[in-house]
């Protein structure tokens, strides 16, 4: 359960849509609002909302504006508790902000795209007779470009503040909390050498942290190598059952009641993801959501009907080695793995006619 993401569910839309009142003008704490600057200009306009009632909430609904002051984005957050938001230039060239839109979980902006991705680990929302588990709470979050590496400050609820640290070379791709390293694991494995743990820098390829001693209070700092917490990273990913892009793809032809497997064209999710993307920013078509998910599912695709004759169709006009040169470079992958994973989808929609459909998850 821990893996998968309910941002995209229709229960946990439903659950969101319950809290819409929060942000009745009512509730409005202009006093509470402020302007946050961001790097190149860009800076985040927050306005804060409080209800108390029966149960007392806080939110936030919050602009992204360009350096002429235009809106670029907007998201609502139903926690202010630790809110943050931060943004940074990938390796890639491109802008991502890093923000929350709830206590738990994490969302990524491609500024520039508009591409965005929303995570919110399944264990906090979990379905009817199973209960709750509590994961690692963002607080803020600083890259560094040249080991492509996320340093996230934060906690587990009401536990002394600590880092994890996770691979960003693809900031669009989910990771689930299974793939983050918590480096107290590294600096104090029996716990007891600190209490809390922040972040201080990235410098010379190490990530530098400071330590509040255990027995004294006072704070040191404690370097970590890069190549450490990659090599951490890599040990976590084979764990978990593979590397972060080879994340397992997997097709199914869905026809009277019955789920047959589809070959995957020996694409990474990575690949369909970017497919996906494609479809959502220039088809104009929303493959991902209502998308039933099981366990263990980091993303997934339902294709049925007219949605996936109109897919179809517009594969069938397209060179495929064009549309895969076209789309690759954005997400860093190989233009010939981007046009296999064309080639593959489209032969399976050719199945998927006839009142059958095509479900896509990668684990």
């Known amino acids: 359960m821990w893996k998968m993401n309910v941002a995209y569910e229709k229960r946990y839309q439903d659950w969101r849509a319950q809290y819409d009142y929060l942000f009745a ?21 927050s306005k804060v909302y409080f209800h108390n009632g029966d149960l007392n909430l806080d939110g936030s609904e919050n602009e992204l504006l360009d350096k002429e002051g ?50 919110v680990p399944a264990c906090v929302h979990p379905e009817e007779g199973q209960e709750a588990e509590e994961v690692f709470i963002w607080t803020s979050a600083d890259y560094d470009p040249d080991s492509d590496l996320l340093a996230v400050t934060g906690c587990i609820w009401a536990c002394p503040y600590s880092i994890i640290v996770l691979d960003f070379s693809q900031p669009l791709q989910p990771q689930p909390p299974e793939r983050w390293l918590d480096v107290r694991n590294i600096v104090d494995p029996d716990d007891s050498r600190f209490d809390h743990i922040e972040f201080a820098r ?24 890069a190549n450490q917490l990659r090599a951490e990273l890599l040990e976590i990913e084979k764990k978990a059952g593979g590397t ?26 990575a690949v369909y993801m970017a497919i996906w993307d494609w479809c959502e920013s220039e088809l104009d078509l929303d493959v991902r959501f209502p998308a039933p998910q099981t366990e263990g599912t980091l993303d997934c695709a339902l294709l049925e009907g ?58």
């Not at 009512?26 to 860009?42: A, C, F, H, M, V």
């Not at 994340?247 to 995957?264: H, M, N, T, V």
């Not at 996936?308 to 860093?332: F, M, N, R, T, V």
């Open 25 to 45: 003008p009512k509730n409005r704490s202009p006093q509470q609002d402020e302007q946050i600057p961001l790097t190149d200009g860009y800076s985040v306009r």
């Open 202 to 225: 990235w410098k010379d390829g190490a990530l530098v942290l400071r330590g509040s001693d255990a027995e004294n209070g006072q704070w040191k700092e404690v370097r970590v190598s």
């Open 306 to 363: 007219e949605l996936a004759s109109d897919l179809l169709a517009a594969l069938g006009e397209q060179d495929l080695s064009e549309l895969a040169a076209e789309i690759a470079p954005d997400w860093d992958l190989p233009a010939e793995a981007v046009q296999s994973g064309l080639e593959k989808l489209r032969s399976h929609l050719e199945l998927a006619q006839g009142g059958s459909a095509l479900l896509y998850e990668m684990t």
């Open 70 to 119: 235009r809106v670029q984005y907007a998201w609502r957050n139903l926690d202010t508790d630790a809110e943050f938001c931060t943004m940074f230039c990938h390796s890639n060239g491109s802008h991502y902000l890093i923000f929350r839109t709830e206590l738990y979980g994490y969302s990524v902006l491609e500024v520039e795209s508009g591409r965005e991705m929303h995570y």
């Open 244 to 269: 972060t892009m080879s994340q397992i793809a997997s097709f199914y032809l869905l026809k009277e009641g019955q789920r047959q497997e589809l070959p995957d064209g020996n694409c990474s999710g």
